[in-house]
């Protein structure tokens, strides 16, 4: 992968990720789009709001409708109808938030799937081998996301094994090529908990094996801010200049500013998607909810700063009536706007870069969003 920085204001960078689906410019938002599609919205929506890269999920595409339908289909690019590029998370997560579901051995893990009950494993090698059939852009590897909390010696070990797993998908990716008419990029995941001399353990590790790109995984895991944040800053301060990082998983929006400040290039979250399907709407000036009576008279647009076409076409009064009365079409316009906010917030943060003035700007950004933060208590 090709990664060139184009500006930086202190640790913040402004950089271009090339694919052969089309350039990331960073910092980027990358939407949900688990089972293959981003929740109440088409890829041609996507692209209106100039989304450059979507994130798709393995474990679920493995289970439905299985990597086999979409190799014969051409690819997951062909199969959605996205011609942008797409990043696989490994099912990492998925392992972790379906504890009960799974064991975890030095070979795999055996998980019992959500769906039906029925038995699979995933390795290091046939979880590569599944992204090589999915045809996705970036490929994340096998890891362990450990819970919190957890003692250092559950973190350590944990990571040691997320390591060795890496290891594995590193040969495996190597042996191994595209199967479709495109490059693909190996991420590898540092992993750690919150103890800090198991993250640096994990990024040396990591460095020694030149992989395309690096994520932080095991975040936002119930951990406080301030201990995420920490790991972030340590984790970005050990990873190559010249690669980029991706934190996974982090996304309210001052969490998505402060992990740029500290030189963070990409992030995923389901929080705009998830929060607009529930009528949690963000804006400018700070959260509404939609459901709430005060909205029942309200034809001002949900963000009047806002050029998305939920704003520039509907008033707040009828998108509460929509959700009042179970439209899919409230669904769908609460979340192109949330989208919408996320990507020009980003939009905005690389501007900021680019003109040396990103600690100011995100100081304006940061009062406004005091009251935004409590949506999420």
């Given at each position: ?31 949900v789009?688990?089972?293959a ?64 579901l799974?064991?975890i ?53 944990s ?9 594995r ?16 990029s ?39 801010a ?30 998505l ?38 909205y029942?008279?309200d ?24 959700f ?54």
């Amino acid at each position: 992968m090709e990664y060139h920085i184009e500006g930086r204001d202190h640790n913040a960078r402004a950089g271009v990720l090339g694919t052969d689906h089309g350039p990331i410019h960073s910092p980027a938002f990358m939407p949900v789009g688990t089972q293959a599609s981003v929740k109440a919205l088409s890829p041609r929506e996507l692209v209106e709001i100039q989304t450059s890269v979507i994130l798709c999920n393995t474990y679920h595409l493995y289970l439905r409708p299985g990597a086999d339908v979409i190799r014969k289909s051409g690819g997951l690019h062909r199969f959605m109808g996205w011609d942008k590029p797409i990043l696989t998370d490994s099912g990492g997560y998925q392992v972790f938030s379906l504890s009960a579901l799974r064991k975890i051995e030095e070979e795999g893990v055996q998980f019992r799937s959500h769906v039906d009950g029925s038995v699979h494993r995933f390795t290091p090698e046939s979880v590569v081998d599944i992204q090589r059939q999915l045809g996705s852009d970036i490929v994340m590897v096998l890891d362990e996301c450990t819970p919190y909390p957890c003692t250092e010696e559950y973190a350590r070990n944990s990571n040691d094994l997320t390591v060795r797993w890496a290891t594995r998908s590193r040969s495996r990716f190597a042996g191994s090529g595209p199967l479709y008419q495109h490059n693909q990029s190996l991420f590898a995941i540092v992993q750690g908990s919150v103890y800090p001399e198991i993250r640096e353990r994990s990024v040396r590790a990591l460095i020694e094996m030149d992989f395309d790109g690096y994520g932080i995984g095991g975040l936002a895991v119930g951990e406080p801010a301030d201990a995420m944040m920490e790991i972030v800053s340590l984790c970005a301060g050990l990873l190559p200049e010249e690669k980029p990082r991706y934190l996974m998983g982090v996304g309210t929006p001052a969490n998505l500013l402060d992990g740029i400040e500290r030189g963070i290039d990409l992030f995923d979250c389901v929080l705009p998607t998830r929060n607009g399907r529930n009528g949690m709407i963000f804006t400018r000036t700070g959260p509404i909810n939609l459901m709430n009576a005060r909205y029942k008279f309200d034809l001002s647009p949900i963000d009047e700063a806002c050029g998305c076409y939920s704003c520039g076409h509907f008033t707040r009064a009828y998108l509460r009536h929509l959700f009042q009365t179970k439209e899919i079409l409230g669904l769908r316009l609460a979340t192109l706007h949330n989208l919408y906010y996320y990507q020009q917030l980003m939009r905005d943060a690389r501007n900021a870069i680019m003109d040396a003035r990103f600690a100011p700007w995100k100081e304006e950004q940061l009062q406004l969003l005091d009251r935004q933060e409590s949506m999420y208590a």
